[in-house]
């Protein structure tokens, strides 16, 4: 039997690693920006055509290389990083693997120029493919200029798997913000088919945050500074009130290298313990230094992810100087630990006593189920006392769980839940659930600031208004995309938002579909947009700048559901731009909502898949006055 086995050729395996190493534009902007920072660079210049799918060019003025250093570099394992094993215990530099450019030249056309500061004349190398076409001496500045063209262009599967070039521009964008945190001592620019989209001076780590994230991110810093002997953990996290409902803003580094850990995120967000809403995350910019031979950071080739030699502790560490840093900003509530615990029992016995004494003295007609619990836990008290507490703390429980989740933003439904909905609304009689307006007490009443019941011809109806008033704009705003003409009130003072790089890059990509359904928003500057008109629909109150921002975060954090823009949209505006619960209704807003709410196509549930209301039968009803 003849040998089968042999060695791939140079190229194939180049081709192999590239699929790991360079997954997209993205992957080699990281490559070489750490190139250039391992480099000693204190000036780097990144230049983009078409998201970098024609052109990434990094331009830097560190040591630069020799000729021969320069030929080296493209070889599949050539670094300059390590010398034997003992060297990947001690690594302080961004790249080591020496797979970056030999993987980038493999899948693009490649030119480099180059210099060293002692050399006159410098060195040009022109690859394609893993094939060196050109090798020449030429005038240069000292540092090193490597420009990739045509990423992917002999590789068109991995090529047409590319997304939009707003959404490839996003993650390059991504990359070079944790470049730029990580090393705020360095000069940063980045060029976009000729826009300067950052110009980020060298300067401090706040002055750094501020440059990325936009000039309102000051005012929400709050500093941590811990040193033990493990672990030395200094830079940033926000103020509770400013978390937002997307993630994008979170930023951890190890030894100045970006990595993702969702442990050290769960340590970091238990800092926050009941300071922040539900399904809210804030912004933090954490540096930890420790001994390199305490980590690993051989596990993945983006060298994102780190094995720590003890996580526990680690944790702890982190967890404790973000609580010390919100505490010694008054940001955590204190706690009264030397109160008199005699007074407090007496307090909270008083209080349960004078509640107990008003539930026998009062009934509320708007909570039937209060009725029944009430008479149930007068019966059983008389007869066992420690019942009654069992009965108050299943009571609290149960409309615990009724409210949980109310205020929550999950994500919009995928088609097969939206098939579901379907046909659980189908099963349903549309003559069960429209109000009856006919019958001689059809009069709607609101509860509680925030729903509305309304008898039907079976029972009655309980409506989330929030959820009513976000279906009914969903699909105006819907019909509104589709062509139909939206109309805009202007407002009377025209409103500035400045928003980050990343957001406003979003803004721009979804611009045309918020116009359409009744905004009136123009790019105003270089990342700042004034806003001069709102849809007919807002109501008055609304807060505008507040609603184009809440746009853009729901628009990023469902990027990649990759669901439709205009739907997505809309379903982010109705949320934004609803009634919220709270609010009061008079009798004519309440019985318009419950009319526009049945003229809906699909008035059982919102965008969000949430019912809109729930019926209650008679025969139920009834069945509560007979326990």
């Known amino acids: 039997m003849p040998d089968i086995i042999q060695l791939l050729p140079d190229a194939i395996a180049n081709q192999i690693a590239a699929g790991e190493v360079i997954q997209r534009p993205a992957s080699a902007v990281k490559e070489l920006l750490e190139n250039a920072i391992d480099a000693g660079a204190t000036q780097i210049q990144l230049v983009l055509k ?45 790249g080591f693997r020496g797979e ?46 490597l420009s990739i063209r045509n990423l992917f262009y002999n590789v068109p599967a991995r090529r047409n798997f590319l997304k939009s070039n707003s959404v490839e521009n996003r993650h390059v964008v991504d990359e070079f913000t944790r470049v730029a945190l990580a090393n705020p001592e360095v000069f940063f620019s980045l060029h976009h ?14 002055q750094r945050i501020v440059g990325v994230l936009g000039s309102s991110g000051n005012k929400k810093l709050v500093p941590i500074n811990e040193e033990t002997d493990v672990v030395t953990i200094k830079g940033y996290v926000s103020k509770p009130e400013f978390a937002k409902r997307s993630r994008g803003e979170q930023f951890f580094f190890v030894n100045n290298r970006f990595i993702k850990s969702s442990y050290l995120h769960h340590a970091l967000m238990s800092a926050y313990e009941e300071l922040l809403p539900e399904n809210t995350y804030p912004l933090y910019v954490i540096f930890m230094e420790l001994d390199p031979k305490i980590i690993d950071v051989n596990v993945h080739p983006t060298k994102q992810e780190i094995k720590f030699e003890d996580e526990k502790i680690i944790y702890n560490y982190l967890r404790v100087a973000a609580k010390h840093a919100l505490g010694q900003y008054s940001i955590t509530p204190t706690l009264d630990f030397e109160q008199d615990r005699q007074i407090t029992q007496a307090y909270t016995q008083g209080e349960t006593n004078q509640r107990d004494a008003s539930a026998k003295m009062h009934w509320d007609p708007s909570s039937q189920s209060a009725k029944s619990s009430q008479i149930q836990r007068s019966n059983s008290t008389a007869s066992n006392p420690a019942a009654s507490n069992s009965l108050d703390s299943q009571n609290i429980k149960n409309w615990e769980k009724l409210y949980k989740g109310l205020e929550e933003i999950p994500t919009p439904m995928d088609d097969e839940e939206g098939d579901q909905m379907t046909t659980i609304a189908s099963q349903w009689s549309q003559e069960e659930v429209i109000p009856d307006t006919k019958a001689p007490s059809a009069r709607a009443y609101q509860i509680h600031n925030s729903y509305i019941i309304s008898p039907i011809k079976t029972g009655y109806l309980l409506i989330d208004q929030q959820s009513a008033h976000e279906r009914i704009l969903y699909e105006q705003f819907v019909q509104h995309l589709g062509g139909q003409e939206q109309h805009t009130q202007a407002l009377l003072f025209p409103i500035n938002i ?34 001069q008109g709102l849809p007919a629909e807002c109501s008055d109150n609304v807060n505008a700048e507040q609603i184009i921002q809440s746009l853009v975060e729901q628009h990023r954090e469902n990027q990649s559901l990759e669901t439709d823009i205009k739907a997505a949209v809309a379903a982010s505006l109705a949320k934004s731009a609803a009634t919220k619960r709270g609010t009061r209704l008079d009798d004519q807003e309440v019985q318009t909502l419950i009319d526009q709410l049945f003229a809906c196509e699909m008035p059982y549930v919102n965008p969000w898949g949430k019912k809109c209301f729930i019926t209650y039968a008679l025969e139920d009803l009834k069945k509560q006055f007979e326990v």
Not at 55 to 78: C, P, Y
Not at 506 to 529: A, R
């Open 50 to 94: 078409e998201a970098g799918k024609l052109l990434i060019q990094v331009i830097d003025n560190g040591k630069g290389m020799t000729d021969t250093d320069a030929r080296m570099s493209f070889e599949r394992h050539a670094t300059s990083k390590i010398k034997n094993v003992n060297d990947l215990f001690a690594l302080t530099t961004m």
């Open 100 to 145: 970056a450019l030999a993987s980038i030249a493999a899948i693009a056309q490649v030119e480099l120029k180059t210099r060293t500061a002692d050399q006159e004349l410098g060195t040009r190398i022109l690859i394609e493919g893993s094939r060196v076409v050109s090798q020449e001496s030429c005038q240069c500045q000292v540092g090193t200029n």
């Open 193 to 206: 088919n000729t826009n300067e989209l950052f110009h980020l001076p060298s300067g401090n780590l706040r």
């Open 498 to 531: 400045p928003l980050s790089v990343q957001d406003s890059q979003v803004l721009k990509e979804i611009l045309p579909e918020i116009n359409k359904m009744g905004f009136d928003v123009k790019e105003f500057s270089t990342n700042t947009y004034i806003l």
